[in-house]
């Protein structure tokens, strides 16, 4: 009975403790944007035009700049060795820039890869190299030199793993453009 009391009262003090950084909790009215329909379904009474407010898989979304930017092609390839655009290259390039100048709020990274034969060093270097010509030639297109920025993964991140196929090398020798929304257009 002692004991009993003794964690009572014990119990009691810690409770009437003032914790150092328990802020008082703030409270708001909670409201459930969905309400159920005639057959038992949720039906979404939201706003959806407020930013962030949109349903996963809304139509009225407008698509991620990637995902826009992927129509018109985000890869280029290079002969080995190679940082030379191809004709090819030079046309993914174009639409590229046309769709760059046409969404001002997005910046780019030009990626440059190379494939698995030859040394560390020269495939970063040769990485570098093919990064370089994308985004010369994104700039001579229009492009603003400011939104694109060049790096090099030289032989690290291989499109396809593969040790002496040629047309599975050929997949490696590239420079891939990866758009994002810029912070000032965010």
């Known amino acids: 009975m002692r004991l009993t009391l003794t964690l009572m009262v014990a119990v009691a003090a810690l409770s009437a403790c003032d914790m150092p950084g328990n802020a008082p909790i703030a409270s708001a009215p909670v409201t459930d944007p969905y309400v159920t329909g005639a057959n038992g379904a949720a039906v979404y009474q939201g706003d959806v035009n407020i930013p962030g407010s949109r349903l996963p898989g809304d139509a009225a979304a407008p698509p991620a700049a990637d995902t826009q930017f992927a129509a018109v092609g985000n890869t280029v390839y ?11 290259a030079r046309e993914t390039l174009t639409r590229q820039a046309a769709w760059l100048v046409q969404n001002q709020t997005v910046t780019a990274t030009v990626e440059g890869h190379a494939d698995e034969p030859g040394t560390r060093e020269f495939n970063l270097a040769l990485g570098a190299r093919r990064a370089t010509s994308v985004r010369e030639y994104l700039v001579a ?10 790096m090099s993964f030289g032989k690290e991140r291989p499109a396809s793993i593969c040790a002496s196929e040629a047309s599975c090398l050929a997949r490696n020798r590239r420079a891939v453009t990866v758009v994002s929304q810029s912070e000032a257009g965010a």
């Open 78 to 88: 290079f002969d080995e060795s190679e940082a030379t655009l191809s004709d090819d």
């Open 141 to 150: 297109k229009g492009v603003e030199a400011g939104r694109i920025q060049t």
